[in-house]
């Protein structure tokens, strides 16, 4: 089965700073899909990035990056010139591409608090 | 983007008695939606499968005689929470499939409160 690792619980970051993310996942499969979600305390799920694995080149949205290494099974998010708005939980997720390992299994993300 | 809208956004219920929550994909047909439930500042745990046309596929430990899903259009997904009580109190996420390019896209969810 898939598993999805985010270690750490919180991070903090000031306001117009870069903020690293940290994802690691195992999987046996050769082909899939990565993503990050925002929760806001809304807890509106928002998609902020998707990576597919065949393709070798980081996805980026904006001010938001990725550094996605498929021998390490690393999928990291970069925040770029943090906003007070992109305090939110973080979710790291995997889904494969068929059958029972198409379903989006989460990490169990990260809280993101940005100081003014 | 594409637009996923649930149903109610909250709901009080007494126990014994059951609560549908609706999920509806309002500008796609996804064949394939997802419910999940989510505690406080924990992470989205999968219930459930639910395919058009066919049964949905349960996650394992998930009652399906308490949690019945119905997916009977391209658009709509229930899950109805039957007989609740107290420990079933939470929040429910449901989320729909769309295939071109293939993304997932999530309700604003349903806060369940049993009394």
């Known amino acids: 089965a898939q598993t999805v690792t985010q270690s750490q619980p919180e991070m903090s970051v000031q306001e117009a700073e870069t903020v690293t993310l940290s994802c690691t996942y195992d999987?046996?499969?050769?082909?899939?899909?990565l993503f990050w979600y925002k929760q806001p305390p809304s807890r509106q799920m928002i998609l902020v990035i998707r990576?597919?694995?065949?393709?070798?080149q980081n996805a980026t949205e904006n001010r938001f990056s990725v550094n996605f290494q498929k021998a390490a099974k690393s999928f990291s998010l970069k925040i770029s010139d943090s906003q007070l708005g992109d305090a939110a939980m973080y979710f790291c997720?995997?889904?494969?591409?068929?059958?029972?390992?198409?379903?989006?299994?989460f990490g169990k993300g990260i809280t993101l608090s940005v100081r003014p | 983007g594409a637009v996923v809208s649930q149903h109610p956004s909250w709901v009080i219920c007494k126990s014994g008695t059951s609560v549908k929550i609706e999920c509806r994909s309002l500008?796609?047909?996804?064949?394939?939606m997802f419910w999940y439930r989510q505690f406080p500042k924990q992470s989205l745990m999968l219930m459930a499968t639910?395919?058009?046309?066919?049964?949905?596929?349960?996650e394992q430990g998930v009652e399906k005689d308490k949690f019945l899903i119905n997916h009977a259009s391209l658009t709509l997904s229930t899950l109805t929470v039957t007989s609740a009580h107290p420990e079933d109190s939470s929040f429910y996420i449901c989320?729909?499939?769309?295939?071109?390019?293939?993304?997932?896209?999530f309700g604003s969810g349903t806060q369940l409160s049993v009394l």
């Open positions: 989320s729909a499939l769309w295939t071109g390019p293939e993304k997932l896209f």
């Open positions: 990576q597919e694995a065949y393709k070798q």
């Open positions: 999987t046996s499969e050769s082909d899939y899909y």
């Open positions: 997720a995997y889904r494969g591409y068929t059958g029972a390992n198409s379903k989006l299994t």
């Open positions: 500008d796609f047909q996804a064949t394939t």
């Open positions: 639910s395919n058009e046309g066919s049964k949905a596929t349960y």
